[in-house]
């Protein structure tokens, strides 16, 4: 769904760490628009702690990561474990970049929900998150 | 990615073909489209090796002087990428080009909490003077060119690589050394950036200020095209931006009272190959003759070498697919090609695997073989400037050149380069270009092999370079050891100077020497930037 309840889906796009290259969060970013979605980006270079505050301050339904320096699982680790240190639930978390498929298993089981390399297909992401976030 | 847009019939026939320039190719070329463009061998062309250098820099273009093979390598610690530097040239490679991993762009030090993670991983981590002195080791710096990719603080960088060449006994006159230095494509595309858009720049004058004076064979800037294309902008926007920063950052020396005459002979650029072969060749071309024209009629060059577009030309990353891997060895081959066709001096390639990861040593062997073959088996080196006088690619490179400067005027209209990155102009055109891209690629109406046709299911698994958490480990205990050993006094002294150079507005490079020589750490000097002029906020896009 677009729409929960009453309110459109937003989504928090973040650039963890020091890695610069954010074409395909921009890209990203405007196909989430496009579907009708809110998206706050976060610009580059953020700590974890930032971005988790960012997704309560901002009330989003999804916090979508994107990291191309091949550093995405000690940052999903770092992620995961300060929502739960922030006793933050309910938000949907996916990430992108560049990811061999390889770390697809350990990402998932540290409670990513979605894991979309370089090249996924817009309407891919899109569905997913439709169909995984949250009624509130 | 990056091939035309093509429209077809139903039977499959090409109607249309546009290049990502926006310029339309005709199915046939003859005399009459030279005569519609105006061409006049002499004043678009001219023989290879004299103005406007359409052709080449050099009479003999190849036949006089190879290229330059320089891929950038770098990962770990020094000691790995000493022994990496080691095997590539043993193997044939002529020039370096160091990857630094993110908290050495960034200015931090590997100890940094904003470190964590990303020691030694995409490139190699440097903390001190001690780190250069390892890389370095046993490599003959007055023969072998290195290029550093390294932006936000080339400064701190190449103030290091004087004081470790110095210690082995080089003299500054007689090391070359390429910082890339361009901070603004920085802040359009590769994200490196520390310190606001003024006195980011500043420190971008100060390092091609002191090379003129102290570091004769030094090319103090590397202007990026490459990494503004991978972000998203077409061929022509590419070439049109990096001209617009090149002028920035003439002008800020300019202000300080010289003639660009005296110092842009020593500027490179560092250009993207993917995507059309034509449209980048004819780029190639039209941006050597526009460059030559720009700085006689702006900045009234004459002395002609001065007038050179020197740089390096290599395969873009943006080309490469995580989808059948294979295929990228290939395609590396045809952006080789290109780069031969277009009289590339430097040229690089992104290896098969970059997709994946930084590249293994096979990989990187492997990008290495592809130009020794094109040079040495193919018969590249034969003539100069091959396709010249091709109907077809003289009235494209003259319709390059005219996109070119219709995307310059657009930036100029604004204000310039600061102005175009400050209000976020420049970015929001190349994430557009960058969705549009992506857009038509999904829809099919550009293909990438192996992505959207002649898919194959299930991914190949290639072998990656793997990350050793090792290296971080031993970084950080080599700093901390030379934290302890080093004459905290001295250290404390000279990055007291530095400070007053910032504030001061004064060449910081003299001081930055004196820093290295004294193992201030990267992070330490950089930290003096910070504390300075403040870091860069960057502005909202969407």
């Known amino acids: 769904m677009i729409y929960m309840g009453q309110r459109k889906v937003r989504v928090l796009i973040a650039k963890p760490g020091l890695d610069g290259h954010d074409r395909g969060a921009k890209v990203v970013s405007l196909a989430l628009k496009e579907a009708g979605m809110e998206v706050i980006y976060t610009g580059l270079h953020q700590t974890v702690p930032s971005i988790v505050n960012q997704a309560i301050q901002e009330d989003v339904d999804v916090i979508g990561l994107s990291i191309m320096s091949g550093a995405h699982i000690p940052i999903c680790r770092k992620l995961m474990e300060e929502l739960k240190k922030k006793g933050v639930n309910g938000k949907l978390v996916v990430v992108g970049g560049v990811i061999p498929n390889r770390d697809i298993p350990a990402l998932k089981e540290m409670g990513v929900h979605g894991v979309f390399p370089g090249g996924t297909p817009f309407d891919e992401i899109v569905d997913f998150i439709k169909n995984n976030v949250k009624e509130r | 990615m990056g091939v035309a847009t093509y429209i077809k019939d139903e039977k499959d026939a090409i109607k249309e073909v546009i290049l990502q320039s926006g310029i339309k190719i005709k199915p046939v070329y003859t005399p009459e489209d030279l005569e519609r463009i105006g061409f006049d061998y002499k004043k678009d062309l001219g023989d290879p090796g004299e103005f406007p250098f359409t052709r080449s820099l050099y009479p003999l273009g190849y036949r006089s002087r190879n290229w330059t093979v320089r891929q950038y390598t770098g990962f770990g610690t020094p000691e790995e990428t000493n022994q990496r530097f080691k095997l590539m040239i043993s193997h044939g490679q002529t020039g370096l080009n160091v990857a630094f991993d993110l908290p050495t762009q960034m200015g931090y030090d590997s100890d940094d909490p904003m470190a964590e993670g990303e020691v030694g991983r995409v490139g190699m981590a440097v903390d001190s003077l001690e780190d250069f002195q390892i890389a370095f080791k046993d490599i003959e710096l007055n023969r072998i060119g290195t290029g550093l990719t390294i932006n936000a603080i080339a400064s701190v960088m190449l103030a290091m690589y004087q004081a470790m060449a110095e210690g082995y006994g080089f003299k500054k006159e007689e090391i070359s050394a390429t910082p890339q230095n361009d901070i603004l494509k920085e802040m359009i595309g590769r994200g490196a950036w520390i310190y606001p858009v003024e006195p980011s720049v500043r420190l971008i004058g100060d390092v091609i200020e002191y090379s003129m004076k102290e570091l004769p064979r030094c090319n103090p800037v590397s202007v990026c095209g490459y990494h503004i294309r991978e972000s998203g902008c077409t061929p022509a926007q590419e070439i049109a931006y990096a001209f617009e920063i090149a002028f920035t950052y003439i002008d800020n020396v300019v202000a300080r009272g010289y003639e660009a005459e005296q110092f842009v002979g020593r500027f490179s650029f560092n250009l993207?190959?993917?995507?059309?072969?034509?449209?980048?060749?004819?780029?190639?071309?039209?941006?050597?003759?526009?460059?030559?024209?720009?700085?006689?009629?702006?900045?009234?060059?004459?002395?002609?070498?001065?007038?050179?577009?020197?740089?390096?030309?290599?395969?873009?990353?943006?080309?490469?697919?995580?989808?059948?891997?294979?295929?990228?060895?290939?395609?590396?081959?045809?952006?080789?090609?290109?780069?031969?066709?277009?009289?590339?001096?430097?040229?690089?390639?992104?290896?098969?695997?970059?997709?994946?990861?930084?590249?293994?040593?096979?990989?990187?062997?492997?990008?290495?073989?592809?130009?020794?073959?094109?040079?040495?088996?193919?018969?590249?080196?034969?003539?100069?400037?091959?396709?010249?006088?091709?109907?077809?690619?003289?009235?494209?490179?003259?319709?390059?050149?005219?996109?070119?400067?219709?995307?310059?005027?657009?930036?100029?209209?604004?204000?310039?380069?600061?102005?175009?990155?400050?209000?976020?102009?420049?970015?929001?055109?190349?994430?557009?270009?960058?969705?549009?891209?992506?857009?038509?690629?999904?829809?099919?109406?550009?293909?990438?092999?192996?992505?959207?046709?002649?898919?194959?299911?299930?991914?190949?698994?290639?072998?990656?370079?793997?990350?050793?958490?090792?290296?971080?480990?031993?970084?950080?205990?080599?700093?901390?050891?030379l934290k302890r050993r080093r004459d905290q006094k001295a250290v404390k002294h000279s990055l007291k100077e530095l400070e007053r150079a910032a504030r001061n507005g004064k060449n910081v490079m003299p001081y930055l020497v004196d820093c290295c020589k004294d193992y201030a750490t990267v992070g330490e000097m950089a930290n003096v930037f910070r504390d300075v002029f403040g870091e860069w906020q960057e502005p909202g896009i969407f």
């Open chain 2, 272 to 481: 993207n190959i993917y995507g059309n072969l034509w449209e980048n060749v004819a780029k190639f071309r039209a941006a050597r003759k526009l460059w030559a024209r720009l700085l006689r009629e702006r900045y009234g060059v004459q002395n002609r070498r001065a007038l050179f577009l020197r740089g390096i030309f290599g395969g873009g990353g943006s080309g490469m697919t995580k989808q059948q891997p294979e295929n990228n060895i290939i395609r590396g081959a045809y952006y080789a090609l290109c780069a031969a066709l277009s009289g590339a001096q430097t040229t690089a390639l992104c290896s098969f695997d970059e997709a994946y990861t930084i590249p293994t040593e096979r990989a990187a062997i492997i990008s290495l073989r592809t130009f020794q073959i094109l040079m040495d088996e193919i018969g590249l080196r034969d003539t100069v400037d091959p396709l010249g006088g091709s109907y077809f690619i003289e009235t494209l490179t003259k319709e390059m050149e005219e996109k070119i400067l219709e995307e310059m005027e657009k930036v100029e209209k604004i204000g310039g380069m600061i102005e175009a990155v400050s209000s976020g102009y420049v970015q929001r055109e190349v994430a557009r270009q960058a969705y549009e891209y992506e857009k038509r690629l999904q829809r099919g109406e550009i293909t990438k092999v192996g992505v959207n046709k002649y898919t194959e299911g299930v991914d190949m698994e290639v072998e990656l370079h793997e990350y050793d958490e090792a290296w971080a480990e031993k970084q950080i205990k080599r700093l901390k050891e």
